[in-house]
């Protein structure tokens, strides 16, 4: 969300209040984009709080307000806050899942309390994947005009395909070292690779750093923690092969910047990590849970630089034509015009 309130230019004014109370986004906006914090005594824990309810309600009434923008599960308030008669327009965005929402393992109270408060009168969804969108009908049975998918974008002028050195391969990833991305997989599947000169960098911070050193520690200095990056774009041009491990992806930018740096991808076939690469680099994307598979993709993506290097431009033209920030904030400032504009 940073990144569009950035893109979308000083025609909007815009009121943040951050649920977890981390303004940490703020860092990332340009100079000149019109905002400012609200600030709100939040309960966290439980189910649904009514006093949550209570105090989105004045924040509301007491601030002139054309169009509200909430995020995920942990926004669900507002929606029962924001309805009757000075209902404002309201547009709801979920952008991905951890562990415990995968689209396969959706906690059912959550699941009836969605159904419910998305049939709001008037409210309209946006999904960045084929994947939630087809949540979103199927699950929580929204009608399929009400969400918009809108997938997300990147500033592409950032990244570019450049010429690989001659030097040992080096497969790479940008990801949170969460358990949900697996890269405890990526390493397996690493070591067990057949070309043993080959290079492992893993660009992200999180939880599990520790954990997944200790398991690279055999590996020696063949695996790189290189640990959270502003900018990745220096750390992509190092890589020869994006690879994605995880258990659960909705649209990942990671992945649309790893395209745009021209590499091919090897990956597991979650979310719509399979339609957002080139056709032909779709048989190295493979069955969540067949590590082997994985490993042979990876494999085959080392053994053939001429192959990389046509996957790679083909991944190259296809971040360039789908994924560009320019077309997604269109898409967006068009969708907030119009409902914010459109009688409650």
């Known amino acids: 969300m940073a990144t569009l309130t950035g893109s979308l230019g ?10 977890d109370g981390s303004y940490d986004a703020e860092a990332v906006l340009p100079d000149g984009i019109t905002y400012r914090r609200v600030e709100a005594d939040v309960q966290k824990g439980g189910f649904i709080s009514r006093a949550n309810i209570k105090t989105f309600r004045k924040v509301m009434a007491d601030n002139a307000i054309d169009l509200v923008l909430t995020c995920n599960w942990g926004a669900v308030e507002w929606l029962f806050a924001n309805r009757g008669r000075r209902a404002i327009p309201h547009i709801h965005f979920e952008d991905g899942f951890g562990p415990d929402e995968r689209p396969d393992a959706q906690n059912s109270k959550r ?3 969605r159904r419910f408060a998305f049939r709001k009168k008037g409210m309209e969804f ?18 399929p005009e009400r969400v918009h998918l809108i997938p997300n974008g990147v500033d592409l002028d950032a990244f570019s395909p450049i010429k690989r050195p001659d ?36 660009v992200g911070g999180g939880p599990e750093r520790t954990d997944l050193e200790a398991q690279a520690a055999p590996l020696g200095d063949r695996v790189i923690f290189a640990g959270e990056q502003g900018d990745v774009a220096p750390l992509l041009a190092e890589m020869d092969i994006y690879a994605l491990s995880s258990d659960t992806e909705q649209m990942p930018i990671s992945l649309v910047e790893g395209m745009a740096s021209g590499l091919p991808v090897a990956a597991t076939d979650v979310g719509d990590v399979a339609t957002m690469v080139d056709e032909a680099n779709q048989p190295h994307v493979v069955p ?11 494999n085959a993506l080392t053994s053939d630089p001429t192959l990389r290097a046509n996957l790679g431009a083909a991944n190259a033209v296809r971040a360039k034509e789908l994924y560009g920030l320019k077309a997604m904030t269109e898409r967006y400032d068009t969708l907030f015009k119009r409902m914010a504009l459109k009688p409650s």
């Not at 946006?126 to 009608?143: C, F, G, I, M, Q």
């Not at 969460?178 to 893993?202: A, P, Q, V």
């Not at 969540?288 to 990876?298: I, N, P, Q």
Request: with cysteine.
């Open 288 to 298: 969540l849970g067949d590590d082997a598979a994985l490993t042979k993709a990876l």
């Open 111 to 113: 699941v009836w309390v």
């Open 167 to 202: 030097r040992p391969v080096t497969i790479g990833t940008v990801a949170a070292l969460r358990k949900e991305k697996r890269l405890d997989r990526l390493i397996t599947c690493f070591s067990e690779m057949s070309d043993t000169s080959t290079r492992l960098l893993i």
């Open 10 to 19: 000083d025609g909007y004014e815009h009121l943040v209040l951050a649920m």
């Open 126 to 143: 946006v999904a960045p994947s084929r994947v939630l969108e087809r949540v979103y009908a199927d699950t929580w049975k929204v009608k």
